[in-house]
């Protein structure tokens, strides 16, 4: 294999993914974890980019990153009293965690042998036009709108619901 | 499994076919290459040429520049840090630095030199690790914002076609640098000012990100590039000016901005009456500089994408005329959206939380909504930008201003005038 920047680049981004993700699963600080998990998702971006997926990486960053992580970090903060978190695990446990890693570890495996062409990526070096307005057409103007719609009404649900629950006079 | 190696292997992946070429990096890539092509190796010996790693050289010439890069763009904090303690004293009467250089030209320079040498201090029940990475995380993301923004017509880093998107997508990790720098630090007032912070941006990211669609559902693109390109007939063409919603758009985008660069009147992170200096509270030195270059770096980008968005980038005033490929036309605009901000910095007092979450949630958020929808009506009604539509955009401006004006001066003047305590 040609060693060239862009695979060094690409494998850097791998490894940052693999070892962040490993330091989210083994630390016991449950506040680096999530600063772990931040750099695992920023790596999961940078491979997204080099899948052509630009428009995807960058909602990447800007929904886990920019959003979720913030609401992991603000629920940690505000609840647990102590952050070394002891967790007692029971053999059977980790025989049956074992066993759907290894499950979905072949799903994934099965998947990356069987797809014929990466299809974003062309033999001849030329980039594919775009995604954004790809994205765009599909889910407005093609076979995703009624999902995106019914997406969009749930996520509205949820926050009127959100917004009911947090408020004082219901609660009280 | 083999053709997964067979892309790794494959020509595609290339530094001379650009590192994404999706992200239209090449442009940057070529001018690198070509430099080293053309410049560097027919001043070589012969020997040495025919051997001359042009890939290595193309990445060692990026390196340079982002090294000029960031050893210029610090420089502009020491000069609005200067601005705005200049820009304070007028507003309240005073002189203000005066000692060091001519009309105190030099203070910001020694001010950086005493923060140099001042001790490093890290707080021992805090989480060193954490406390020493979050400063680095904050400047890294607020100078990759600068990254897309097109400073003249060549000047530019790299035209991304997700442009405006990257950049809310990077300063959105912003967020995540406050809330470390406030969690590690182990103590009360920062974990207060951080949580704040992360409060308000997250919140105020909603109309900001909204305001910016507008624009972008009436360009039909991410790109800076060829948002700045759609603008470029004179100040008619503008966007403010293409419909009355880009209007108010701009408005929106510009305090929820302000907002989330945590400058007053919406500083509640680093409220100095109540939570001493919020998130940055124990850092010290020049830790603290690079949190303080951030936020002049953050105040200057925010100013450049609002310029870029809606004040025609760098296209002139006039079509055409763009002296030395807009550059100079974009700074002037660009400073003065940053002396509008110390202007109202200086002039209004800061917000209480519930005041500022009830401006988001119940005021700009619906407003912002609002404007989609016009703006989709609008795109309808005037699918190109005519001289009709704008002539129709402008009237509707002028005399939206004006009833603005009559009703704001009239509940103005019902209120009793306060009493002198």
């Known amino acids: ?172 | 499994m083999s053709d997964f190696r067979a892309m790794l292997a494959s020509p595609y992946f290339n530094v001379s076919e650009g590192f994404f070429p999706n992200i239209n990096l090449q442009d940057g890539l070529n001018w690198a290459e070509e430099f080293i092509q053309n410049v560097v190796i027919p001043r070589l010996p012969e020997a040495v040429a025919a051997h001359f790693p042009v890939e290595l050289g193309t990445v060692l010439v990026m390196f340079g520049c982002a090294g000029i890069f960031v050893g210029v763009f610090p420089l502009l904090p020491l000069f609005l840090v200067l601005a705005e303690r200049k820009v304070a004293a007028r507003f309240q009467n005073r002189t203000g630095p005066m000692r060091v250089g001519p009309w105190g030209t030099l203070q910001t320079l020694a001010d950086g030199v005493k923060l140099i040498f001042k001790e490093d201090f890290i707080p021992p029940q805090g989480d060193k690790f954490l406390f020493l990475l979050a400063p680095y995380i904050i400047f890294a993301c607020s100078f990759a914002v600068f990254a897309a923004i097109p400073f003249g017509q060549n000047i530019l880093v790299s035209d991304f076609n997700i442009g405006i998107f990257y950049i809310m997508a990077i300063s959105s990790v912003i967020v995540m640098g406050v809330i470390m720098a406030g969690w590690s630090s182990n103590s009360k007032w920062s974990l207060l000012g951080s949580l704040r912070s992360a409060a308000q941006i997250v919140s105020y990211e909603i109309p900001l990100g909204l305001s910016i669609l507008t624009i972008v559902m009436l360009v039909e693109s991410l790109s800076m590039q060829e948002i700045v390109a759609t603008q470029s007939n004179g100040i008619f063409s503008w966007l403010i000016f293409r419909s009355p919603f880009t209007f108010i758009a701009f408005f929106i985008f510009f305090i929820s901005a302000i907002a989330e660069v945590n400058r007053t009147p919406f500083d509640l992170p680093e409220a100095e009456s109540e939570i001493v200096a919020g998130f940055h509270t124990e850092y010290s030195g020049m830790r603290f500089a690079l949190f303080f270059i951030a936020e002049y770096a953050n105040m200057f980008a925010v100013s450049a994408i609002a310029v870029t968005l809606f004040l025609g980038g760098w296209e002139g005033v006039l079509p055409g005329y763009d002296i030395l490929g807009g550059l100079p036309g974009f700074v002037i605009k660009t400073l003065a959206l940053v002396f509008l901000m110390m202007w109202l910095r200086w002039t209004l007092p800061r917000l209480r939380v519930d005041q500022l979450m009830n401006l988001c949630w119940k005021y700009f958020i619906p407003i912002a909504f609002f404007n989609i929808l016009g703006t989709g009506i609008w795109g309808l009604i005037f699918p190109e930008d005519t001289l009709i539509s704008t002539s129709i955009s402008c009237a509707i401006i002028y005399i939206g201003l004006i009833a603005a004006y009559k009703v704001a001066g009239r509940s103005l003047a019902q209120r009793p005038a306060p009493q002198p305590s």
Do not use: C
Request: negative net charge; without cysteine; aromatic residues 8%.
């Open chain 1, 1 to 172: 294999m040609e060693i060239t920047l862009t695979n060094l680049i690409f494998y850097g981004f791998a490894l940052l993914t693999v070892a962040s993700a490993l330091v989210v699963v083994t630390v016991r600080n449950i506040v680096h974890a999530a600063f772990s998990l931040m750099v695992t998702l920023f790596g999961v971006a940078g491979l997204y980019v080099f899948l052509q997926a630009d428009f995807l990486a960058a909602t990447q960053v800007i929904v886990y990153v920019g959003g979720i992580l913030v609401l992991i970090l603000f629920g940690v903060m505000m609840t647990s009293g102590r952050l070394e978190m002891r967790i007692h695990i029971e053999r059977g446990q980790l025989l049956l965690g074992g066993v759907i890693t290894l499950a979905l570890l072949m799903l994934l495996l099965t998947v990356i042998a069987n797809t014929p062409i990466w299809k974003n990526l062309t033999d001849d070096g030329t980039a594919l036009p775009p995604t954004t307005e790809r994205i765009g057409e599909l889910i407005l103007n093609g076979p995703f709108l009624l999902p995106f719609e019914v997406v969009s009404v749930l996520l509205l649900v949820a926050l009127i619901g959100a917004a009911l629950i947090s408020r004082k006079e219901v609660r009280d």
